[in-house]
């Protein structure tokens, strides 16, 4: 509908979907672009190659390096939701939550880069946040569970960065 001034006479309902379109489809990136100014998007094959990486690199590295394969995961889930490929998305929700609890495990006060690590876990906090907004009743629990986990992650590594 267009008011008498010729601008769209938009209700709350419709421009609250807009945004949300457009913050799933078009993501944040001004935390990930922080740490990573060439990345492109990884296919489930490199990131796999990540968390191997991760897993067997040394104590101090491997906080920082989770925290890229969750970045990574989260990135791949939301363009499988925007697909609409469900069951991939739900697959990835809950390797994410995997993910997260090996990161909490290496998490240690003497991690290095562990402030790029929460810049990273507040990027996905946020993009699970705003996915979290346009998934379906199915995969709602699943997003919930792995927005928990996440959330809790964060509030570690933040603890340990503001003990030092």
């Known amino acids: 509908m267009v008011t008498q001034s010729g601008s769209p006479n938009w209700?709350?309902?419709e421009a609250g979907l807009?945004?949300?379109?457009?913050?799933?489809?078009?993501?944040?990136?001004?935390?990930?672009?922080?740490?990573h100014p060439d990345e492109s998007a990884l296919d489930a094959a490199a990131l796999i190659q990540m968390e191997q990486r991760a897993?067997?690199?040394?104590p101090r590295d491997q906080?920082?390096?989770?925290?890229?394969?969750?970045?990574?995961?989260?990135?791949?889930?939301?363009?499988?939701?925007?697909?609409?490929?469900?069951?991939?998305?739900?697959?990835?929700?809950t390797h994410i939550d995997s993910v997260?609890?090996?990161?909490?495990?290496?998490?240690?006060?003497?991690?290095k880069?562990?402030?790029?690590?929460?810049?990273?876990?507040?990027?996905?906090t946020r993009r699970l946040n705003d996915m979290a907004h346009v998934v379906s009743n199915s995969q709602r629990t699943a997003m919930q569970t792995t927005l928990q986990s996440i959330d809790h992650l964060h509030t570690q590594v933040l603890a340990v960065i503001f003990a030092k």
């Open 11 to 13: 209700n709350c309902r």
């Open 18 to 35: 807009i945004l949300v379109s457009l913050l799933v489809f078009f993501p944040f990136t001004n935390s990930a672009r922080a740490s």
């Open 55 to 58: 897993d067997s690199a040394q």
């Open 63 to 93: 906080c920082y390096l989770f925290a890229e394969v969750l970045h990574g995961l989260t990135e791949l889930a939301g363009r499988e939701i925007a697909a609409g490929d469900e069951q991939e998305a739900t697959s990835t929700l």
């Open 100 to 111: 997260a609890a090996k990161m909490q495990k290496a998490s240690a006060g003497n991690a």
């Open 113 to 124: 880069r562990l402030k790029n690590a929460e810049m990273l876990l507040e990027h996905v």
